[in-house]
């Protein structure tokens, strides 16, 4: 299973740093994805990080703002996100990749962006 | 970038009744395209992955099919707990773009 934390009620130019722990399954074999989805909205990709974390890929509104990052040996996906707008505001969920029969998706963090 | 575009946005079905939700890519993708099911207050599920294969645990009844561009997930009979939301995403390159989604209700 996934399990995210971190989330929270931040003001417009902050900071946040989430976090999804990840159990029962062998996490250094999946590639991961943060996925976000607004309040009443779709589902939007936000990140995605490869096998051993030396490749990454980011959602063209994320422009620079936030980093992923994984430690294997802790079983981690992080997710570094800095300069925060109110359209950043919703769950975000981890997720492994869709490319076999199983895929993990955490329950979702919510983050609310707010002066 | 590649955009997904699903469609119809909306589909109103009877139960019993089969149907067939659209998903295209802007450029090809290959095979590299999953399919998902979302219920309200809960994390989506997996029901299809690399265009035509049934992930675990999903009954036959859902079958995904096309490459390249154009996709198609189809639902032969729809039974009470599959009207729901659905998402085609592609996995090909990044950014890992999702469809917009098609809602699927009870007529």
């Known amino acids: 299973q996934l399990v995210e934390s971190g989330g929270g009620v931040v003001r417009p130019g902050g900071s946040l740093r989430l976090s999804c722990a990840a159990s029962g399954f062998t996490f250094k074999d999946f590639y991961m994805s943060w996925v976000r989805q607004p309040p009443g909205k779709g589902l939007e990709w936000v990140a995605g990080?490869?096998?051993?974390?030396?490749?990454?890929g980011y959602g063209d509104f994320v422009r620079g703002r936030f980093t992923v990052s994984r430690d294997n040996a802790k079983e981690s996906l992080y997710l570094e996100m800095n300069s925060l707008t109110v359209e950043d505001t919703a769950v975000y969920y981890c997720?492994?990749?869709?490319?076999?029969?199983?895929?993990?998706w955490g329950q979702g963090t919510a983050v609310t962006v707010s002066s | 970038e590649i955009v997904m575009t699903q469609s119809p946005a909306t589909l109103s079905v009877s139960p019993g009744e089969g149907v067939t939700l659209s998903c295209r890519a802007s450029?090809?993708?290959?095979?590299?395209i999953a399919w998902y099911q979302q219920k309200p207050g809960q994390a989506p599920r997996l029901i299809i992955y690399r265009a035509y294969n049934r992930a675990t645990d999903i009954p036959a009844r859902f079958s995904g099919s096309g490459s390249g561009t154009e996709f198609a997930l189809t639902i032969s009979s729809l039974r009470s707990e599959d009207f729901a939301l659905y998402y085609c995403q592609q996995f090909n390159s990044w950014p890992w773009a999702f469809g917009q989604g098609t809602r699927v209700d009870i007529k």
């Open positions: 997720a492994t990749w869709p490319a076999t029969s199983v895929a993990f």
């Open positions: 450029q090809t993708v290959k095979n590299d």
């Open positions: 990080v490869n096998l051993n974390g030396d490749k990454r």
